[in-house]
C-alpha cells in the first residue's frame, strides 16, 4: 500500500499530473500509482480511465474533447516523469484500444448532427508506444484516403503480440499455453511477425 500513497509526492509533481484538477484528477492519481509501481519493480501495470468514456457512438465532438481532456496530461506526465527519473528505456508504455473509429459519421438522431458519432473500425486504428526499446518519434502505417482501412504497414494483432513479446525479451513462438488439451501460441494459430522497423 505503500506505493499507492500519494501523500509521498511533492505537490510539484502531482500538479504536473493534473491531481487536484476536476478533469484530471482520477486518471493522473492513476498515473501517479503507475510510476509507483514501476519505480518499486511492479512488471506489469495497466491504467484504465474510472469509467468507458471512449466509446463515442453518439455525442463524439464534446465527448472526444472531455475524454482527451481527462487523459492527455496525465499520461504526458508519466512518460515525462518516467524519462527524468531513467525508468523510460526499461518501461514499455503501450497506449490503445481494441479498435478505432469509423471516418464517417453514425447518426443516431437523423435530424439532430450534433448527435453524430462513430462506430467501431478494426480495419485501421491507432497504437501507440514509448520508451522500453521502441522507436522513438516514428510512425509506423497508414490508412486509405478516408482513414477506413490500413493499406500501408500493416500490422496484424498477431504481429503486434509478436512484437509486444519480442520487446519484453520473449520470443513467441516459444511460448505456449494448453487449451483444450492443446498447446497453443500466444499468438493464435496465424502466422506472426516481430515488426522490426518499431524497433529501436
Given at each position: 500500500?505503500?506505493?499507492?500513497?500519494?501523500?509521498?509526492?511533492s505537490?510539484?509533481?502531482l500538479?504536473?499530473?493534473?491531481?487536484?484538477?476536476?478533469?484530471?484528477?482520477?486518471?493522473?492519481?492513476?498515473c501517479?500509482?503507475?510510476?509507483?509501481?514501476v519505480?518499486?519493480?511492479?512488471?506489469?501495470?495497466?491504467?484504465?480511465t474510472?469509467?468507458q468514456?471512449?466509446?463515442?457512438?453518439?455525442?463524439?465532438?464534446?465527448g472526444l474533447?472531455?475524454?482527451?481532456?481527462?487523459?492527455?496530461?496525465?499520461?504526458?506526465?508519466?512518460?515525462k516523469?518516467?524519462?527524468?527519473?531513467?525508468?523510460?528505456?526499461?518501461?514499455?508504455?503501450?497506449?490503445?484500444?481494441?479498435?478505432g473509429r469509423?471516418?464517417?459519421?453514425?447518426?443516431?438522431d437523423?435530424?439532430?448532427?450534433?448527435?453524430?458519432?462513430?462506430?467501431h473500425?478494426?480495419?485501421?486504428?491507432t497504437?501507440?508506444?514509448?520508451?522500453?526499446?521502441?522507436?522513438?518519434?516514428?510512425?509506423?502505417?497508414?490508412?486509405?484516403e478516408?482513414g477506413?482501412?490500413?493499406?500501408?504497414?500493416?500490422?496484424?494483432?498477431?504481429?503486434?503480440?509478436?512484437?509486444?513479446?519480442?520487446?519484453?525479451?520473449?520470443?513467441?513462438?516459444?511460448l505456449?499455453?494448453?487449451?483444450?488439451?492443446?498447446?497453443?501460441?500466444?499468438t493464435?494459430?496465424?502466422?506472426?511477425q516481430?515488426?522490426?522497423?518499431?524497433?529501436?
Amino acid at each position: 500500500t505503500e506505493a499507492l500513497d500519494l501523500s509521498q509526492e511533492s505537490r510539484q509533481t502531482l500538479e504536473a499530473y493534473g491531481v487536484g484538477n476536476k478533469t484530471t484528477d482520477n486518471y493522473a492519481r492513476r498515473c501517479v500509482m503507475a510510476r509507483r509501481l514501476v519505480e518499486r519493480g511492479v512488471r506489469f501495470v495497466q491504467i484504465c480511465t474510472q469509467r468507458q468514456i471512449w466509446d463515442n457512438h453518439s455525442g463524439i465532438v464534446g465527448g472526444l474533447k472531455k475524454c482527451c481532456g481527462r487523459t492527455d496530461q496525465p499520461i504526458a506526465a508519466l512518460l515525462k516523469d518516467l524519462r527524468q527519473r531513467g525508468l523510460l528505456e526499461d518501461t514499455l508504455v503501450v497506449w490503445g484500444g481494441e479498435f478505432g473509429r469509423m471516418p464517417i459519421a453514425q447518426l443516431p438522431d437523423k435530424k439532430n448532427l450534433s448527435t453524430a458519432g462513430r462506430d467501431h473500425n478494426p480495419r485501421g486504428f491507432t497504437v501507440w508506444l514509448a520508451g522500453g526499446g521502441v522507436k522513438a518519434g516514428s510512425v509506423y502505417g497508414a490508412t486509405d484516403e478516408l482513414g477506413y482501412e490500413a493499406v500501408e504497414n500493416r500490422v496484424s494483432v498477431t504481429d503486434f503480440h509478436a512484437t509486444l513479446l519480442h520487446l519484453l525479451g520473449m520470443h513467441h513462438e516459444e511460448l505456449f499455453f494448453e487449451h483444450n488439451g492443446l498447446d497453443e501460441k500466444l499468438t493464435s494459430v496465424f502466422e506472426a511477425q516481430v515488426v522490426h522497423d518499431l524497433l529501436a
